[in-house]
């Protein structure tokens, strides 16, 4: 799960990381009234959409009057952004940050993620941060510092001074920003968050630090324990497949392929997917029924992959254990007679009941195409949507 960058703020003042002075405004006039509050100007004023890349895009601009905010808010307000995370769809920007503005003596870049490859918490940062990161981890790769935290120590003292010595910082920076990184650590583990992230953390004239933006993102299987953080769910901002999908406990992401799949199991989901592209089609969605899936499920996931547009054909992979291949069968037949499927229909299935669930797709009257195993299953459906 996604949050705005307001309300990433939120967090940090909560755990004392330094943030800008600044509101949130959904309108011009909030706007002028928050800038007004500030006691001076230039002020900045930040579209609020769930994506990165916003300065490039024309969501990020300093307005050094009452009148240059109303200007400039009421340009961004309503704008269609894009960026280079949102696509070339773009984010309709439906409220804005106003912050004060301030004196930037140095702009760094500071993360944490969970590492799967080595079974901890990283700490990902660097002397150049700012808009261009990315360009900088591609091009310049030696200009990142990562440090690695067991999960079950937890951050000590050695950790930020590590990060402190390798950004290079003035021995004066150093106790504020060991402070910082502390506080963002146990924000991270005290949420559950697969990323938190300040994309500039900047130091000012009196070497104060402070989180220019932020950035968090939470583990949606954690969501549970945090009621909190999901009154920050902007349904708006999320794929309206994927807010569907999550009302009957679907797993399910969409991509920009072309190849709907549903599949029972994430492993074997990944697995799917890149068997199609082996084959030379591209998957339009990760779709995990799970184990306990039941006919009304199956029918709500047919729904929902075809409801992708770009759908030329589907792809039905059920290793039957949990849920027995008869159930996916019958929920495949339902579907199909209330959904209306209207794209080739490719399925692999094996395991419990496998020959009762063959019998019922048979008996069907249904246009489907069975298949041996899933190499050739994928080659059926990349034939499919290619021809």
């Known amino acids: 799960m996604k949050i705005h960058e307001y309300q990433a703020k939120e967090l940090f003042k909560k755990y004392n990381i330094p943030i800008p002075e600044g509101s949130v405004a959904f309108n011009v006039q909030e706007a002028q009234a928050v800038a007004e509050k500030l006691g001076g100007y230039p002020v900045v004023v930040k579209a609020q959409i769930h994506a990165g890349g916003r300065g490039k895009g024309g969501g990020v601009k300093l307005a050094g009057s009452r009148e240059e905010v109303a200007v400039i808010a009421g340009q961004i307000l309503g704008m269609n952004l894009i960026t280079h995370q949102t696509g070339p ?54 200009k990142i510092i990562k440090v690695y935290i067991n999960p079950l120590v937890g951050i000590q003292a050695y950790h930020c001074r590590e990060v402190a010595y390798g950004l290079n910082l003035a021995p004066e920076t150093i106790k504020p920003f060991t402070a910082l990184l502390s506080r963002l650590y146990a924000l991270f583990v005290g949420y559950d968050c697969s990323l938190v992230e300040i994309n500039p953390l900047i130091i000012i004239a009196d070497q104060a630090v402070i989180a220019l933006d932020g950035k968090v993102n939470f583990d949606d299987s954690a969501l ?11 349904l708006d901002e999320e794929n309206p497949l994927e807010v569907d999908a999550s009302k009957y406990n679907l797993n399910y992401i969409a991509l920009d392929g072309n190849v709907g799949n549903m599949v029972n199991g994430a492993g074997l989901a990944m697995a799917t997917m890149d068997i199609i592209k082996q084959a030379g089609a591209s998957p339009a969605n ?53 959904t209306g499927i209207t794209v080739p229909v490719v399925v692999r299935m094996e395991g419990t009941n496998v020959e009762e669930g063959r019998r019922i797709l048979s008996e069907s009257g249904l246009n489907l195409t069975t298949a041996v195993d899933l190499k050739d299953a994928a080659q059926k459906v990349a034939a499919i949507v290619k021809g």
């Open 89 to 142: 769809e773009g984010r309709m920007v439906k409220k804005v940050l106003v912050e004060q503005g301030l004196n930037i003596q140095k702009e760094l870049y500071l993360s944490i993620i969970p590492d799967r490859a080595t079974a901890t918490v990283v700490i990902i940062a660097s002397e150049a941060g700012g808009m261009d990161i990315e360009a900088v981890a591609e091009k310049t790769p030696e």
């Open 224 to 234: 549970f324990r945090h009621k909190d953080i999901l009154a920050y769910r902007v």
């Open 286 to 338: 990760f779709l995990d029924v799970g184990g306990g899936a039941n006919a009304e499920m199956v029918e709500n996931g047919f729904r929902i992959i075809l409801s992708d547009k770009n759908v030329k054909g589907i792809l039905i992979n059920i290793f039957g254990g949990i849920l027995r291949c008869d159930i996916l069968a019958e929920g495949v037949v339902q579907a199909a007679r209330k």
